[in-house]
């Protein structure tokens, strides 16, 4: 239980989250569960592993791996680019920053590892499937930018490429829960800040608004490409 002497508001363990994250009685249950590895019981009272929970739990996974790879010999010049752009390794674990190996299915074959299905792993936006029916990944050579809802899940990516290789920056396709017109980057990091300040500021790039939180702008969020 909680009690605020302040404003006179309190509550138990699901009103303090709604409270502070400014969220449904849904949401905090959600968010709750996943941070206690609690599985939600369905609407049938069972257990139930929707694709959108396990394309959740397949990001998560993903940026952990990201992440670890980042730390490799392999992955040097995506730390030098890093320490060249003044990013710190403060600001670099904050924002879950990683980077993707040269490879075509190193993350596949890791979430296949995990007893996730090509399906699946297609179809949560992480691997496409060729022409020919193959499984590959869709990040390549990347540094890799989590991107996440205002619940702070990860729900995509953002990759940029360190040589003169086109797209310039590759943002995951649109799923269950990965949809452009519905995110600003950031915004879990920003909202607290967004509400002191009753200002946001949008920035059009995902390092502009990593650099700005680093030096204490933080009610900075990005949109999504060309989704503005």
């Not at 995990?114 to 193959?134: F, P, T, V």
């Not at 943002?171 to 946001?200: C, Q, R």
Request: charged share 30%; net charge positive; proline share 2%.
């Amino acid at each position: 239980l909680w009690h605020c002497f302040g404003c006179k508001k309190g509550g138990n363990v699901f009103t303090f989250v709604m409270e502070k994250e400014n969220m449904n009685f849904i949401e905090a249950a959600e968010f709750l569960a996943d941070r206690c590895r609690i599985e939600l019981p369905s609407s049938k009272g069972r257990s139930d592993k929707t694709p959108k929970k396990a394309f959740l739990e397949m990001h998560k996974l993903a940026e952990e791996f990201y992440a670890k790879f980042i730390l490799s010999d392999q992955a040097d010049k995506f730390r030098k680019y890093l320490r060249k752009r003044n990013i710190t390794k403060k600001t670099v674990l904050m924002f879950g920053i990683g980077a993707s190996p040269d490879s075509w299915n190193s993350l596949r074959d890791y979430l296949k590892r995990k007893k996730y299905s090509d399906d699946l792993i297609e179809h949560s936006g992480l691997a496409i499937r060729s022409e020919k029916g193959n499984i590959y990944d869709r990040f390549r050579n990347r540094l890799m930018i989590p991107i996440r809802d205002h619940m702070n899940r990860t729900v995509g990516f953002g990759g940029r490429v360190l040589d003169n290789s086109e797209p310039k920056y590759l943002n995951s396709s649109e799923s269950s829960i990965f949809k452009k017109s519905d995110l600003l980057f950031a915004f879990a990091d920003a909202k607290k800040a967004i509400i002191e300040n009753d200002s946001v500021i949008i920035m059009e790039g995902y390092t502009d608004v990593i650099r700005a939180h680093q030096n204490g702008i933080s009610n900075t969020v990005a949109s999504m490409g060309t989704a503005l």
